[in-house]
């Protein structure tokens, strides 16, 4: 699932607008990072944004 484990930060949807104004269906996902984490003093594996990880809200195991 692309979810943050941290922020919740998930998948948004919204619409294509062309030029001539038609509509298609689209999503933008989070930049959704697999790492290894100390989580309640135990390293896991958790799911992470990139916003989180640059911003230091997750400290690395």
């Known amino acids: ?10 998948v948004v949807f919204g619409q ?3 030029h001539s104004n038609r509509k298609t269906n689209r999503s933008w996902k989070p ?10 003093g135990t390293p896991t594996t958790v799911a992470v944004c990139a916003r989180c990880l640059r911003s230091g809200k997750v400290t690395r195991a």
């Open 16 to 18: 294509n607008v062309s």
């Open 31 to 40: 930049n959704i990072r697999r790492v290894k984490a100390v989580v309640n």
């Open 1 to 10: 699932m692309a979810k943050c484990s941290i922020c919740g930060k998930g």
